[in-house]
């Protein structure tokens, strides 16, 4: 699953997956269903998340659509919200700050001897630390969708306390051999949201 082309929402009636894309054309579809079938279970997902999104699908499908959230608004890009947010003094384009740093003599020690002096190693080395968070994060927000969505749908499914060890430890061969007997849409969707936590992990530097 490409977090690029990841839907916005996902419906699923019990193990079939009924929509996916954005929030009204998912609840459109889902309240399609539930008004040909008055007693089905339908869960509507976060496509990123897997957080379930409650939704009020009692009376006609205009009333419905009008309780959803204004999904419309505008938002401003981030490039434009950091053209004008406010800098800081220093060199206009990269807001330098000036700030105390306390550190040991032998450290100053080091950071003198790297090349451009210690502001510039002390940079380097703040933007090193933050990539290696920021990837840890997006492996464990990817892990935490997988197992989100496998909790609600397969949590009485063969092997799932198998397959969820295996998410965890990163193990893609044997996560898929463990959902394999899953029903078609649940695998497929419980797949692509779990590889997308094997391929952030497998990059390079994001174990550091």
């Known amino acids: ?61 205009a009333d419905v659509l009008a309780r959803l959230p204004d999904d419309a608004r505008a938002q401003i890009p981030a490039e434009a919200a950091a053209a004008s947010a406010p800098r800081g003094p220093g060199r206009p384009k990269l807001g330098v700050v000036a700030r105390e740093v306390t550190l040991l003599p032998r450290h100053w020690e080091w950071l003198a001897r790297q090349p451009g002096g210690a502001s510039v190693a002390i940079r380097k080395l703040v933007e090193q630390a933050s990539r290696t968070g920021e990837d840890k994060d997006r492996i464990r927000q990817a892990q935490e969708a997988a197992y989100r969505f496998m909790s609600v749908t397969s949590g009485n499914r063969p092997h799932y306390e198998e397959a969820i060890r295996a998410l965890f430890a990163g193990d893609a061969i044997r996560f898929e051999q463990r959902i394999a007997e899953w029903p078609d849409d649940i695998r497929a969707h419980t797949s692509g949201l779990a590889e997308r936590a094997f391929r952030l992990a497998a990059q390079p530097g994001a174990s550091g």
């Open 1 to 61: 699953m490409n977090p690029e082309s990841d839907p916005a929402c996902v419906a699923f009636e019990g193990d079939r997956r009924i929509a996916s894309g954005d929030l009204r054309a998912v609840v459109r579809a889902a309240k399609a269903t539930l008004d040909r079938a008055r007693d089905a279970s339908i869960i509507v997902f976060d496509g990123n998340t897997s957080a379930t999104i409650e939704i009020d699908f009692r009376g006609s499908m």
